[in-house]
């Protein structure tokens, strides 16, 4: 089987995203790396296939992903629909909030993302 996540020459590409985390993205990964958000573990800039996601729980298969202004003209929005559904035919559920919700609906995010969490258990 071919190998999904991390794929090796994705390696500088992941690296050079952790290391320049848009303002939503640092933000929001201070709100849940070392397991502060319900002991949930996520890793940032995770790459499944060809993508790389923003961040993604590999306990619960959901990858969550923040967009900016560039995500929201047709032929980005085109590219995000193709790439959900790569994500979602691997068993992965993705989130979306855009960049703007992180700041102003904080709580609202970090409750969608345990919730999603929480639905996967059994």
């Avoid at 303002?23 to 958000?37: D, F, M, R, T, V």
């Avoid at 306990?59 to 994500?87: C, M, S, W």
Wanted: overall charge positive; charged content about 30%; some cysteine.
């Amino acid at each position: 089987m071919d190998k999904i996540n991390n794929r090796v020459y994705l390696k500088e590409r992941r690296r050079s995203l952790r290391n320049n985390l848009t303002p939503a993205e640092a933000k929001l990964w201070k709100l849940i790396q070392n397991g502060k958000l319900n002991g949930l573990k996520f890793r940032r800039q995770h790459s499944l296939g060809n993508y790389i996601v923003d961040f993604y729980c590999p306990q619960f298969l959901l990858a969550i992903e923040l967009d900016g202004q560039i995500h929201f003209n047709p032929v980005n929005e085109e590219r995000d629909i193709k790439r959900t559904e790569y994500i979602n035919s691997l068993g992965i559920k993705v989130l979306r909030f855009e960049n703007k919700e992180v700041f102003e609906k904080t709580e609202f995010v970090l409750e969608e993302i345990k919730q999603n969490c929480i639905n996967k258990r059994f």
